[in-house]
C-alpha cells in the first residue's frame, strides 16, 4: 500500500447471442489471430522484450483473449446482491471479539497473555479496517448513508481518515497495474529509484521497515506523487470531494484526541498496550499483505502504461492468498484477483465468485499456494519480492521489475 518505502465500475453485463456452431469456431479463430497480433504489439512496445514465460510458453503480459464481461457473466447473480444486515453481522462480530480480548488482557495481566493479545488484537483490527474498505467500495450494502456511518466509525477507531482513504483507493483500483497511475504500492521507475539516497533504498526494501510504512503514506504519499489523505486541497481530491475530506479528518482527530484523553486517564502505558502496539500489527498486516496481492509471485508479473494498459490488464496482475486461519477472519480479503475486477461485490460471495470466474481466466488466475493454520510461509514470498523487485524501466508499455544488484553490497560495503 505505502509506496513511500516505494469505478468504470458498474461494467455492464454483455449479453451473449446465441451461436451456431460454424459463427462460433470462426469467433474463435478471429479471437486467437487477433490475441497473436496484440502479443506482437506488446513485443514492440516492450522494446522487444517478450516478457516473463512460463515453461508452457504462456507469457502473463500478453493481452487475454477474453473480455471482462465474459468474466462477469461467468459469476452467478447472487454474488453481486449486498445483504446489509449480514455486513453487519460481521461487524458485531468483529467489535465483540475487540472488547472480549481487551477486556481478557485486562483481567489476566500477565506478560504472556499480553504478547497473546497483542498478535490477536492488531489481526482483529486488520479486520476491522477490512470491513470499513467494504464500506469505501459500496459492497456493505447499497445504501451509501449507511456506507459512510459504519465506515467512518470503524476507520476512525484505527486510525484511518475514512474518506481521504476511500477515493485514493478508489485511484488505485482504477489504475490498477499502472506504472505512474496507480496509487498503491506501485513501481519506482529506474529515474525515481536512482534519485533515493541509500537510507532511503535500504529502508524501502529492508524487512521489516518497508511494513511499518502505511501512516506515513497517509500522510505523504509516495515517491514522486504530492498532497496527504488529511489535506482536502490536495491532488487526492477533486473539488466537490474536499468537505468529505474534512469530515473524515476530524473524525481521526477526535480519535487521535481521544487517545491522549485515555492516556491522561488511566495512564499512557496502558494504552500503550491496549492499543498502540496492536495498531502496529494492524498495519503491518495492511502492509503485507496489500504488497503481495500486487508482488512476490513466483513468476515476474508485468506492469503497464500507455495503450497496453487497460483495466483488465491490470486487474489480471493482482495475486489471490490464502492466509489459512486468517481467510476467514479478515473477510476472505485473499481473494484478490476478483475483487479488484469487480469490487461491488460483497466479501462473503468472493470465493464463490471466484470459484465460478477460474474457467474464463484460465492461466491468467493464479491458483495460491495452500497455507498451513498461519501464513507464514508469505514471510518468504515478502522478502524475496523485497531482495528483486526494486524498479522498472523508465520506458516501455510493458515493464517487469528489475534488480539491482548492489544494493545490499553497497549497504554490506558501508557498514564494514
Not at 470462426?26 to 497480433?37: C, F, G, I, P, S
Not at 480480548?101 to 506478560?111: G, I, K, Q, V
Not at 476512525?156 to 497495474?177: A, D, E, K, M
Amino acid at each position: 500500500m505505502a509506496s513511500w518505502f516505494s469505478p468504470k465500475y458498474g461494467l455492464r453485463s454483455i449479453l451473449r447471442l446465441p451461436r451456431t456452431l460454424f459463427s462460433s469456431t470462426t469467433a474463435r479463430v478471429h479471437k486467437n489471430n487477433e490475441y497473436q497480433q496484440q502479443h506482437a504489439k506488446v513485443n514492440e512496445n516492450n522494446n522487444g522484450f517478450a516478457g516473463e514465460e512460463n515453461t508452457d510458453g504462456f507469457n502473463p503480459g500478453a493481452p487475454p483473449p477474453f473480455k471482462i464481461a465474459e468474466i462477469r457473466n461467468a459469476i452467478p447473480k447472487h454474488c453481486w446482491i449486498k445483504n446489509p444486515w449480514r455486513s453487519l453481522s460481521y461487524v458485531v462480530r468483529d467489535v465483540v471479539v475487540v472488547a472480549m480480548l481487551a477486556a481478557s488482557a485486562e483481567y489476566f495481566n500477565n506478560w504472556v497473555f499480553w504478547i497473546f493479545y497483542w498478535a490477536a488484537q492488531g489481526t482483529m483490527f486488520w479486520a476491522i479496517f477490512v470491513l470499513g474498505h467494504d464500506c469505501g467500495h459500496g459492497s456493505f450494502s447499497n445504501s451509501q448513508k449507511l456506507n459512510s456511518i459504519v465506515g467512518h466509525l470503524l476507520h476512525s477507531f484505527i486510525l484511518v481518515p475514512y474518506n481521504g482513504w476511500r477515493i485514493s483507493h478508489r485511484t488505485h483500483h482504477q489504475n490498477h497495474g499502472h506504472v505512474e497511475n496507480d496509487e498503491s504500492w506501485h513501481p519506482l521507475t529506474e529515474k525515481v529509484y536512482r534519485n533515493m539516497d541509500d537510507t532511503s533504498r535500504n529502508l524501502r526494501f529492508t524487512v521489516p521497515f518497508p511494513m511499518f510504512a502505511y501512516p506515513i503514506y497517509l500522510w505523504r504519499r509516495s515517491p514522486g506523487k504530492k498532497g496527504s489523505h488529511f489535506d482536502p486541497n490536495s491532488d487526492l481530491f477533486a473539488r466537490n470531494e474536499r468537505s468529505c475530506v474534512v469530515i473524515s479528518t476530524l473524525c481521526w482527530m477526535t480519535m487521535a484526541a481521544s487517545l491522549v484523553v485515555c492516556s491522561c486517564i488511566v495512564g499512557p502505558m496502558r494504552v500503550l498496550k491496549l492499543y498502540v502496539i496492536p495498531y502496529w500489527i494492524f498495519v503491518m498486516w495492511l502492509d503485507m499483505v496489500t504488497y503481495l496481492h500486487h508482488h512476490g509471485h513466483e513468476q515476474k508479473l508485468p506492469w503497464y502504461r500507455g495503450e497496453e494498459w487497460s483495466y483488465l490488464r491490470g486487474g489480471l496482475t493482482t495475486v489471490d492468498r490464502d492466509y489459512g486461519w486468517i481467510n476467514n477472519i479478515h473477510h476472505d480479503i485473499g481473494t484478490h484477483v476478483i475483487h479488484h475486477l469487480f469490487p461491488q461485490i460483497p466479501h462473503y460471495h468472493l470465493v464463490e465468485a471466484t470459484a465460478a470466474a477460474k474457467h474464463v481466466l484460465g492461466k491468467y488466475y493464479r491458483e495460491p499456494k495452500k497455507s498451513g493454520p498461519l501464513p507464514i510461509h508469505l514471510v518468504g514470498n515478502l522478502i524475496n519480492s523485497m531482495k528483486q523487485d526494486h524498479y522498472v524501466s523508465d520506458s516501455g508499455e510493458v515493464v517487469y521489475y528489475q534488480t539491482d544488484d548492489q544494493l545490499f553490497e553497497n549497504s554490506k560495503n558501508k557498514s564494514e
